[in-house]
C-alpha cells in the first residue's frame, strides 16, 4: 500500500470548467476542421454554415468571457504580459499545479486565438472565391475590397493553424515537463487541487443557452437581413 507523502497537501477532485467553456473548445476544434476540409472539397455551402457556426460560438464566447464562469472571464485570468512572460522563464521549474484556471501565459494564448477566430469569421464575411460564392456581407464592399479580405481569410486560417498547433504542443510539454495535465479537465472540468483551494463560481447553463441564443440571433441577422 503506497503512503502518502504529508509534505505534500492532500488534492481533491475541484470543478474548475463549465460545461459551456469546455463545449466552445471542442466545438471549435471540430469546426476548424470541417472548414479546412470543406474548402479543399469545395463543398462552399458547408464551409459557409460552418463559418457562421464560429462566428455564432465566438460571440458567445466573448459574451462569456464577462458573464460566465469565474474560470471563464476576462477580468479573472487576463494578467498583465509581463506576468505571462515571468511564467513562461519559469517553464522548467518542476513544480505542483495549483492553477484553478488558465495560468498567466496560458490566459494570454486563449486572447490570441479568439483575436485569430474574429479575424477569420470576419473576414470571410466579406470574401470571394471569384465565383458563385461570396460572404453575405461582400456586396456591401468593392471587389478589390472583398478580394483582399479574401486573401487576410486565407492568410489567417493558416496564421489559426499554426497557433493551434503551438498550443497543442505547448500543452504536451506542460504534461511531460512540469508533469500538469492540461487536457483531462477541458473533457471532465474537474482538476485535482490542494484541497484548501477555493472552488471558482459557476454561471448558470440557462445563463449559457440564452447567450448563446442571442449571439446566433445575431449571426442570423447580420446573414439573412442584413
Known amino acids: 500500500m503506497a503512503l502518502r507523502n504529508f509534505n505534500q497537501p492532500m488534492k481533491l477532485p475541484l470543478r474548475v470548467w463549465d460545461a459551456p467553456t469546455r463545449l ?5 476544434v471540430l469546426l476548424v476542421v470541417t472548414s479546412y476540409v470543406s474548402v479543399e ?3 462552399m455551402q458547408v464551409h459557409l454554415l460552418s463559418g457562421y457556426t464560429v462566428l455564432t460560438l465566438l460571440l458567445f464566447r466573448i459574451a462569456w468571457g464577462f458573464v ?15 506576468a505571462g512572460l515571468r511564467h513562461l522563464a519559469q517553464f522548467t521549474r518542476r513544480e505542483p499545479d495549483t492553477e484553478v484556471g488558465h495560468n498567466a501565459a496560458g490566459g494570454w494564448m486563449v486572447m490570441f486565438l479568439l483575436l ?26 468593392s471587389k478589390d475590397t472583398s478580394d483582399w479580405l479574401s486573401g487576410i481569410h486565407g492568410i489567417s486560417f493558416w496564421v ?17 515537463v512540469k508533469k ?14 490542494p484541497a484548501a483551494t477555493r472552488a471558482p463560481r459557476m454561471a448558470s447553463p440557462l445563463l449559457a443557452l440564452v447567450v448563446l441564443a442571442m449571439s446566433a440571433a445575431l449571426v442570423w441577422v447580420i446573414v439573412n437581413h442584413i
Not at 460566465?68 to 509581463?82: A, I, N, V
Not at 479575424?119 to 456586396?139: C, I, M
Not at 493553424?161 to 506542460?174: D, E, N, R, T
Not at 500538469?180 to 487541487?193: A, V
Open 24 to 28: 466552445f473548445h471542442w466545438a471549435i
Open 41 to 43: 472539397m469545395n463543398w
Open 68 to 82: 460566465g464562469s469565474d474560470t471563464s472571464r476576462f477580468s479573472k485570468f487576463l494578467g498583465s504580459p509581463l
Open 116 to 141: 485569430l477566430l474574429a479575424v477569420q469569421a470576419g473576414s470571410g464575411l466579406f470574401s470571394n472565391d471569384d465565383g458563385a460564392t461570396e460572404g453575405p456581407l461582400a456586396r456591401f464592399v
Open 160 to 176: 489559426l493553424l499554426g497557433a493551434i498547433g503551438v498550443h497543442v504542443v505547448v500543452i504536451f510539454l506542460y504534461l511531460i
Open 180 to 193: 500538469h495535465d492540461l487536457i483531462r479537465p477541458m473533457f471532465s472540468g474537474k482538476k485535482r487541487l
